[in-house]
C-alpha cells in the first residue's frame, strides 16, 4: 500500500506529521508490517523526535542553524551556489546531515513510535513550502 503525504510548512523548523501518518496506517487495515517514509526534496529532511515539549524542537531548529549558516553569513563564504537565494545551499547540506527516509515497524494497526515520538518533517528553507512524502506500508 502507498500514498503521498502532502506536508505543508510555514518556513523553517519541525513540522510534526505524525496524524497523517497514524491515519494513512490505520485506513491500510494491516496489523503488522514495515512503513518506510521517503521525502521527495534535497532541501528538507525527515525525523523521529520528542513531540511533548516544543522547545526540544526550536533547540534542534537552533542547533542546525549556528552549525550551518545562511550562505550570506561570512562563515559560508566557500559555497558557491547561491543562485537560488542564502538558504538553499545551507538547506542541502542540512538535508544531507539528515535522514530522507524513515523505516518504522507497524505493529497492532500503528506506527510503533515511544510515548514520546512524533514524526517530523524538518524544513530547512526559509519561506513556506508544500513538501511530498511517499509513505509505503508493506505487510
Given at each position: 500500500?502507498?500514498?503521498v503525504l502532502n506536508i505543508r510548512?510555514?518556513?523553517?523548523?519541525?513540522?510534526?506529521?505524525?496524524?497523517?501518518?497514524?491515519?494513512?496506517?490505520?485506513?491500510?487495515?494491516?496489523?503488522?508490517?514495515?512503513?518506510?517514509?521517503?521525502?521527495?526534496?534535497?532541501?528538507?529532511?525527515?525525523?523521529?523526535?520528542?513531540?511533548?515539549?516544543?522547545?526540544?524542537?526550536?533547540?534542534?531548529?537552533?542547533?542546525?542553524?549556528?552549525?550551518?549558516?545562511?550562505?550570506?553569513?561570512?562563515?559560508?563564504?566557500?559555497?558557491?551556489?547561491?543562485?537560488?537565494?542564502?538558504?538553499?545551499?545551507?538547506?542541502?547540506?542540512?538535508?544531507?546531515?539528515?535522514?530522507?527516509?524513515?523505516?518504522?515497524p507497524v505493529t497492532g494497526g500503528?506506527?510503533?513510535?515511544?510515548?514520546?515520538?512524533?514524526?517530523?518533517?524538518?524544513?530547512?528553507?526559509?519561506?513556506?513550502?508544500?513538501?511530498?512524502?511517499?509513505?509505503?506500508?508493506?505487510?
Amino acid at each position: 500500500m502507498q500514498t503521498v503525504l502532502n506536508i505543508r510548512t510555514s518556513g523553517p523548523g519541525l513540522h510534526e506529521f505524525t496524524a497523517e501518518v497514524v491515519r494513512f496506517v490505520r485506513d491500510s487495515g494491516i496489523e503488522q508490517g514495515l512503513l518506510t517514509l521517503f521525502v521527495q526534496h534535497t532541501s528538507c529532511s525527515l525525523c523521529i523526535q520528542e513531540n511533548a515539549d516544543p522547545d526540544v524542537r526550536r533547540d534542534l531548529d537552533g542547533f542546525f542553524r549556528r552549525l550551518v549558516p545562511r550562505s550570506d553569513d561570512p562563515a559560508m563564504r566557500w559555497i558557491e551556489h547561491t543562485t537560488e537565494g542564502p538558504d538553499d545551499m545551507p538547506a542541502h547540506i542540512k538535508a544531507a546531515l539528515n535522514a530522507v527516509s524513515l523505516s518504522i515497524p507497524v505493529t497492532g494497526g500503528r506506527p510503533a513510535l515511544g510515548a514520546w515520538q512524533g514524526i517530523y518533517l524538518f524544513e530547512h528553507r526559509d519561506r513556506p513550502h508544500t513538501r511530498r512524502v511517499v509513505a509505503h506500508l508493506g505487510a
